[in-house]
């Protein structure tokens, strides 16, 4: 079973500053087979970006994705207020579990 | 648009069964992969479920495995998780979510609001 460490926890930021959200993964991902949500609260989860850098549509080109290794990042090029959420990281590479990262939750310095 | 609308959810008693059902709209839902994810009361997402798009295949988290059943109804459109022996730990909001494709291997490109479970005397 793949297990996916997101850090850090919580990341203190105040609009307008870049957001760099990491994911990483105990051992290499088939195809590089990764996802990210959004999740605000009370709401379902959004996706944001597949296969590790493919933005979802409607998703704006602040968000982008990248990795090095096993080690997966979500950056946000500059936050605007709605961005303030928690993010997870999912992989669907290998067989199931299909397991989720903790979450990091994004909020207003 | 795609929609998901889950159903079935609330208070039920440490060992009893409850069915969850989602009603998709917006696609042609036999096409697709369908899975379960679920929330406990303020923790993240844990998958809990996969069903392919035939139906012929089906994947659970180890903690549900032997007590879930996940299944689809093509003809009436519908995903179902029937749930038994079911103790506090099972408590969360389950989401139903559409998979990007008709087998496990994609993400979850559109969820539903959730349903919430309580299991509790």
């Known amino acids: 079973e793949i297990v996916l460490t997101q850090s850090p926890g919580t990341l203190s930021l105040s609009p307008g500053e870049r957001a760099t959200l990491s994911c990483r993964a105990s051992q290499s991902i088939s195809s590089n087979y990764l996802a990210w949500y959004q999740q605000k609260p009370g709401q379902a989860p959004r996706l944001l970006i597949y296969?590790?850098?493919s933005r979802a549509t409607g998703i704006p080109d602040r968000f982008s994705g990248s990795v090095s290794g096993t080690d997966f990042t979500l950056t946000i090029s500059r936050l605007e207020p709605e961005d303030f959420a928690v993010y997870y990281c999912q992989q669907y590479g290998s067989t199931p579990p299909l397991t989720f990262g903790g979450g990091t939750k994004v909020e207003i310095k | 648009e795609v929609q998901l609308l889950e159903s079935g959810g609330g208070l039920v008693q440490p060992g009893g069964s409850l069915r969850l059902s989602c009603a998709p709209s917006g696609f042609t839902f036999s096409s697709y992969a369908m899975s379960w994810v679920r929330q406990a009361p303020g923790k993240g997402l844990e998958w809990v479920s996969t069903l392919s798009a035939s139906g012929d295949s089906t994947y659970y988290a180890d903690s549900v495995k032997g007590r879930f059943t996940i299944s689809r109804d093509n003809s009436k459109n519908t995903l179902y998780l029937d749930m038994n022996t079911l103790t506090a730990e099972d408590t969360a909001v389950y989401f139903c979510?559409?998979?990007?494709?008709?087998?496990?291997?994609?993400?979850?490109?559109?969820w539903g609001q959730g349903t919430l479970v309580t299991v509790s005397s």
């Open positions: 296969g590790t850098s």
């Open positions: 979510a559409k998979g990007f494709r008709s087998s496990w291997r994609g993400f979850l490109d559109y």
